[in-house]
């Protein structure tokens, strides 16, 4: 465990999470937990839940959730850094210099991976792949050089013997370099072209990976003392200049999207890694521009993690607006296509980001019929809430009273209500309704009624969608005895908004041993008997073909066995068999 992590768990230990969230919200103590207005949106009921015990809070109105320390991050709009050196006054604990001293042996050992990585990619034999991937891209040397591009190679260990030889193995495990799991130790980066990510100084401070086929498409470094994950956006540096001229900045996802921007001379293009901005995220972009247009590829724009990211730009004062893309295409690929002018028509061309919302409201749901706009109206409201300018509430209610077709007034007053835990979760149920079996298994991890080892009887995290996946590994990588609400320090912010939900939702699992099995059994038995199933629909098929009578029935009757077991293990997710 490195040594920032113990101040963190030594700060959350000492401190009294309900007195400081009680300085800025009052809370009433029902039940375990305490309960009081979200001091995030505009709330009328207590939807803010906080649970000292475990170290968490959620809104089950907005649904922003965490530890104590993004708490205090959101509300006082501050760094983890800062957040950590106020409760650690608080506390009483003195945390271990974080000053220049500490951090410029490590800017150095970053700044030695960059010129390694870059150094594989433009003179090393085995850099071949890269430098013709990039070639073929259109990305130059020259454009190598000015973006600091690099390769890491494959296989597990070509860093570790590299670095390992001078440097010791914890400082680039937490340096974001080497990966630990368990008792295994590896290179981070494998076979990816490499994105030095640097801080406004102009030093690399973290690396982002691209693959050049397969999951993750996108790797970063971790969080690590010289990079606060969710305080930077790519290029930057570069951009910062054209964006404070013209006011205006345009937001991508990816580090092609900034680079071949800039090749195709659009210079205040920035990236913001993922599709989840944070607060920090949305200040530094407020001290450039004043107007941030959103330029995500169409799945990722209408995503719930970019629609709140649009709040949070919009709240932090920016004018946000939405270009959008044609179908299937991200700033990379329309670049490479059409030029700048392609990319800069669809610029011209974009939308208030409150526009864009109702719009894509009428595309997703049927608004012809009652339950469309229920499923409109129940979206609408989380987002709704979640704006602080009353005249864009005023607009937003109008828009939607159109295209819902219902009275505005009437309207108003609804989108105001908060309705925690409806929809999703019943109050006391015994299993989550419409939770799946991900949700679960990481719901009883998190509150502690079963361990990992016990679902790792079973399952591995691969076995999760990339959804629920990150939050597994965490449990995985951690071992026994580990809480959740140091846990959660690991994950983005996205992750530990759905990990502090699963944690305090209003669920009670009378049998936590009975519930996890059921789960898991539809997590990773499920699949497994439906490839059985297919397996012995071909085998049949093959049986059929020969007229072979005996093996016929044999085989048929181990397929009513295992449909019967299927059944019997509540699997209705699969396809009905025939
Ligand atoms: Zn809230």
């Known amino acids: 465990m490195s040594k920032d992590r113990l101040d963190v768990q030594m700060v959350k230990e000492r401190v009294d999470m309900v007195g400081v969230i009680s300085r800025y919200v009052s809370l009433a103590k029902t039940g375990a937990s305490y309960k009081g207005r979200c001091p995030f949106h505009s709330d009328d009921t207590p939807s803010l839940v906080v649970n000292a015990q475990k170290g968490l809070w959620h809104c089950f109105g907005c649904g922003e959730g965490g530890d104590l320390f993004s708490f205090l991050m959101k509300i006082e709009r501050i760094s983890f850094p800062e957040a950590l050196e106020r409760l650690a006054a608080e506390a009483g604990v003195s945390l271990r210099r974080r000053d220049d001293s500490v951090k410029e042996p490590l800017r150095e050992i970053i700044a030695e991976a960059a010129a390694y990585f870059a150094d594989n990619l433009t003179n090393d034999p085995a850099g071949e792949k890269a430098r013709k991937y990039l070639l073929e891209r259109g990305y130059k040397q020259e454009v190598w050089k000015q973006f600091c591009l690099g390769y890491a190679f494959p296989g597990w260990d070509r860093l570790k013997k590299k670095f390992g030889k001078r440097y010791k193995v914890e400082t680039l495990v937490n340096l974001g370099l080497l990966v630990k799991r368990e008792d295994r130790c590896y290179d981070r980066f494998r076979d990816r072209i490499i994105f030095p990510i640097h801080d406004l ?34 290029g930057l540096l570069w951009a910062r200049k054209e964006i404070s001229s013209c006011r205006t900045a345009i937001l991508v996802e990816g580090y092609t999207d900034v680079i071949s921007a800039s090749i195709a001379g659009i210079e205040n293009v920035v990236g913001s890694m993922g ?290 077991k299927k059944l019997l293990r509540g699997g209705t997710c699969g396809k009905s068999e025939a």
């Open 201 to 234: 100084s102009g030093r690399p401070i973290a690396f982002g990976g691209r693959a050049f086929e397969g999951e993750p498409k996108y790797l970063n470094s971790s969080q690590n003392p010289l990079f606060d994950k969710g305080g930077q956006l790519y």
């Open 275 to 564: 599709t989840a901005l944070t607060q920090r995220q949305a200040d530094l972009l407020a001290r450039f521009a004043d107007e941030v247009v959103i330029a995500y590829d169409r799945d990722a724009a209408g995503g719930a993690a970019s629609l709140r990211g649009m709040r949070i730009l919009r709240n932090s004062g920016l004018n946000v607006r939405v270009a959008e893309l044609p179908i299937g295409e991200d700033p990379d690929s329309l670049v490479s296509r059409e030029g700048a002018k392609g990319m800069l028509a669809v610029i011209s061309e974009s939308t208030p980001f409150h526009h864009f919302f109702v719009r894509s409201l009428e595309l997703r749901y049927d608004l012809s019929t009652v339950a469309g706009k229920e499923g409109a109206l129940e979206e609408s409201r989380a987002f709704y809430q979640g704006i602080v300018s009353l005249p864009l509430r005023q607009e937003i209610t109008k828009l939607l009273a159109e295209g819902l077709q219902l009275p505005v007034d009437e309207l108003r007053q609804d989108l105001s209500r908060t309705r925690p835990h409806t929809r999703i979760v019943r109050e006391t149920s015994e299993k989550g309704q419409g939770w799946n079996e991900e949700e679960v298994i990481l719901c009883l991890l998190l509150r502690g009624e079963v361990s990992w080892s016990q679902v790792a009887e079973l399952a591995t995290p691969d076995d999760f969608s990339p959804d629920h996946k990150p939050i597994a590994e965490v449990f995985a990588n951690a071992g026994e005895a580990s809480d959740p609400s140091n846990l959660i320090e690991e994950l983005d912010e996205e992750q530990a908004r759905k990990a502090s939900y699963l944690a305090l939702a209003p669920i009670l699992f009378s049998d936590a041993e009975k519930a996890l099995q059921d789960a898991l059994s539809r997590l990773v038995r499920l699949p497994n008997i439906e490839k059985q199933l297919s397996k012995l629909r071909q085998e049949i098929e093959q049986a059929e073909k020969s007229a072979d009578h005996s093996r016929i029935d044999l085989l048929q009757r181990a397929y009513s066995d295992l449909v019967a």
